[in-house]
């Protein structure tokens, strides 16, 4: 893992069982990839002619969190494609490291107009080859 982030909880993130809801971990997961994304490979959703679609996603839960405790995602990349890139966060309680879950998000490419995949941007690709140590294909 070559990124992380932590994510604050907050009170209404607790479900009725106590612990955090399931959407609050894809929420983290969207959130950090999105932004790792915009900090360090120069996306910017609202003006760039290519946007990245999440297109698929499944997370895997091993423990639970609950509020007031801190959350950090810590993102991997699974494979790097021609126009996706499949993401492999993982979440972890920001005090101890201890693994909650494992997640898949699968972002794909598109042209902002047709909204048919592209080619990853040359700028985004670099930055996902050296951040994450990914092999080209």
Do not use: K
Not at 12 to 31: C, F, K, P, Q, R
Not at 33 to 58: F, H, K, Q
Not at 94 to 102: G, K, M
Request: negative net charge.
């Amino acid at each position: 893992m070559s990124y992380r982030r932590v994510v604050p909880t907050r009170w209404n993130d607790n479900d009725m069982y106590g612990h955090l809801n399931n959407t609050v971990y894809y929420a983290a997961m969207d959130t950090v990839i999105n932004t790792w994304m915009i900090e360090e490979a120069g996306l910017r959703p609202l003006v760039d002619d290519v946007l990245g679609y999440c297109v698929a996603s499944s997370c895997s839960f091993s423990a639970s969190a609950s509020f007031p405790e801190e959350i950090a995602v810590e993102l991997g990349v699974g494979r790097l494609g021609r126009t996706s890139v499949t993401w492999r966060p993982r979440i972890v309680r920001a005090s101890d490291d201890a693994e909650l879950a494992t997640g898949e998000f699968v972002t794909v490419f598109v042209d902002g107009e047709s909204h048919r995949p592209v080619p990853i941007p040359a700028g985004t690709r670099l930055a996902l080859e050296t951040a994450f140590a990914v092999p080209q294909p």
